[in-house]
């Protein structure tokens, strides 16, 4: 257990666990969130309540972020009057943990080494499940220093820890995480609607693929969704849509072609402009099921 405290501001659906995790390993935590009854609830795990970013950054060592986009870490970090930054101390550590554009974590990170603040951006894979028990990947950039002192902290969250590289590198693995989670997503819901389509049992057919190289976590997890027609989130498809844009903005920065992926981008965008932006992401199914996938545009 470390003895230095530690700031957490976002308590979602990936935030609240993570936090939990880090009350039940004996860290002393402060935190704040836009919605009271999170922060009741890690308050009752033993954590305590702070009124602002700035409050939480005032009293802690390291500071995680896990917020829903770029503009909320911008906003947490650096809006005044209640921004985290300026309450900083020379010497303590920022930990964004959120999913944002690599280029602006970079331009964050700059903004916070200007003040003698350091860095590290670690978003994380493993939805809310693997934030529950503690399993999530955590994708890292930063200085070596830095992730060193980050790393008891990242243990008490997730189970697959790698530095991937300088800052930025974490949000880029992000990146290429989410654009092979959405492509496997949609390939699982073709395959799924395919077979249906066929006059064969999906689910028979999810049985046999496991069992092959067709098999992933995705087929398990999110092909059992949509056999049950089960879209509560784990990880909401307007967040994915959200991250979707991060690829294409990122790939197309540096010149790499996504052909597979902006089909896959493509329907995100149907699915949560019809609607569906609070369902899980394995609800792109339900576009192939009602004959709106990409392909019937």
């Not at 402060?30 to 700035?54: F, N, T, W, Y």
């Not at 609800?283 to 392909?295: H, R, V």
Request: glycine residues 12%.
């Amino acid at each position: 257990m470390a003895d230095e405290t530690v700031g957490f501001i976002g308590l979602g659906i990936m935030g609240k666990p993570m936090a939990l995790n880090l009350a039940a390993a004996g860290f002393d935590l402060v935190v704040h969130s836009r919605s009271p009854g999170p922060v009741d609830e890690l308050v009752q795990a033993g954590a305590r309540r702070a009124a602002s970013p700035a409050q939480v950054a005032a009293v802690c060592d390291t500071l995680i972020t896990m917020l829903p986009d770029t503009p909320d870490v911008q906003h947490v970090l650096f809006d005044e009057p209640d921004g985290a930054a300026a309450a900083l101390r020379p010497g303590s550590l920022v930990v964004d943990m959120s999913t944002i554009s690599p280029i602006a974590s970079r331009e964050f990170g700059d903004q916070l080494r200007a003040r003698a603040v350091g860095f590290v951006d670690a978003p994380v894979s493993g939805g809310e499940r693997g934030a529950i028990d503690a399993t999530l990947s955590i994708m890292i950039g930063g200085s070596a220093g830095d992730v060193a002192r980050a790393m008891p902290l990242f243990e008490a969250m997730g189970k697959t820890i790698v530095h991937v590289g300088d800052g930025g590198a974490g949000q880029v693995a992000k990146a290429c995480n989410q654009l092979v989670v959405a492509s496997t997503i949609e390939a699982v819901a073709e395959a799924l609607a395919l077979a249906a389509r066929a006059g064969v049992d999906p689910a028979r057919v999810r049985e046999a693929l496991l069992g092959g190289f067709a098999g992933s976590k995705i087929m398990e997890i999110h092909g059992q969704r949509m056999l049950d027609e089960n879209f509560q989130p784990g990880f909401r498809a307007r967040l994915h849509l959200k991250d979707a844009r991060i690829v294409l903005d990122t790939a197309r920065g540096v010149g790499s072609p996504t052909p597979g992926f902006e089909p896959v981008a493509a329907a995100l965008t149907t699915l949560v402009e019809g609607g569906g932006g609070e369902l899980d992401h394995a609800a792109l199914f339900t576009l192939l099921k009602d004959g709106k996938g990409s392909g019937d545009a």
